[in-house]
């Protein structure tokens, strides 16, 4: 069974930074996903990647397929940024996702 | 396109009452999940349905927990009797196909507090 952790599960950062999420997995997976929860519960999906990197907008998610990590960056951080990331990894030759704890992250102003 | 949809988006019962949740993924998609999300920790998988067929259900308290697909639509989700640790938000979410990596849309979430 796969293993994902998420670090931190706390940041609060002021608006303008840059800001890194850490997401480690144990074994080998098809597929890792990048969601955003905001408060109310509804999840939107982020990314979806196997390999290299991807860019939406300020974000970006890269993944280390032989270190089995990713990361997800947001670059010039605003107070709606403020929510909790949520990695999830699908292993390989599975659909289910496995998720980690998520990460809430809060842009004071 | 139409999202994810779910109702309640809130719903407050006393331990050992009834409840019913509903979802109507979005058009097409022929897969539907359910998922069990408690405070502080990642969504828990509680069932899986491919069209109106279950997919994997090995997670889902079968004493208390029941979920049906009919038609291959919406799908609803009763928990009878409810205990306190129910208290958790429910998510629907559908994707296209079943497949390795497939991208599941996730709805609002119904949050449940049983008291």
């Known amino acids: 069974k796969n293993e994902v952790e998420q670090s931190p599960q706390n940041l609060t950062a002021q608006e303008g930074e840059f800001i890194t999420i850490n997401c480690s997995y144990s074994?080998?997976?098809?597929?890792l996903h990048w969601l955003q929860q905001h408060p109310g519960g509804g999840i939107v999906s982020l990314f979806m990647?196997?390999?290299g990197k991807k860019k939406h907008g300020r974000l970006i998610a890269t993944i280390n397929i032989q270190e089995k990590h990713s990361s997800l960056h947001i670059t010039a951080s605003h107070p709606r940024d403020s929510a909790v990331y949520i990695c999830?990894?699908?292993?390989?030759?599975?659909?289910?996702?496995?998720f980690g704890k998520g990460t809430k992250l809060s842009v004071i102003p | 396109e139409a999202g994810v949809a779910q109702s309640p988006r809130y719903k407050i019962i006393e331990k050992r009452q009834s409840v019913a949740f509903w979802c109507n993924p979005i058009?097409?998609?022929?897969?539907l999940y359910w998922y069990q999300q408690i405070l502080g920790q990642g969504p828990k998988l509680l069932i899986q349905?491919?069209?109106?067929?279950?997919?994997?259900d090995s997670q889902l308290p079968k004493d208390r927990f029941s979920a049906e697909r009919l038609k291959g639509v919406d799908s609803t989700l009763k928990i009878q009797p409810a205990k306190l640790e129910d208290s958790a938000v429910y998510l629907c979410?559908?994707?296209?196909?079943?497949?390795?990596?497939?991208?599941?849309?996730f709805g609002p979430g119904t949050r449940l507090t049983v008291l």
């Open positions: 979410a559908s994707s296209l196909v079943v497949g390795e990596g497939d991208e599941q849309f």
């Open positions: 074994v080998g997976i098809s597929a």
């Open positions: 990647l196997s390999s």
């Open positions: 999830a990894v699908n292993g390989a030759g599975s659909y289910q996702l496995t």
């Open positions: 058009s097409g998609h022929a897969t």
């Open positions: 349905f491919q069209n109106n067929g279950v997919v994997d």
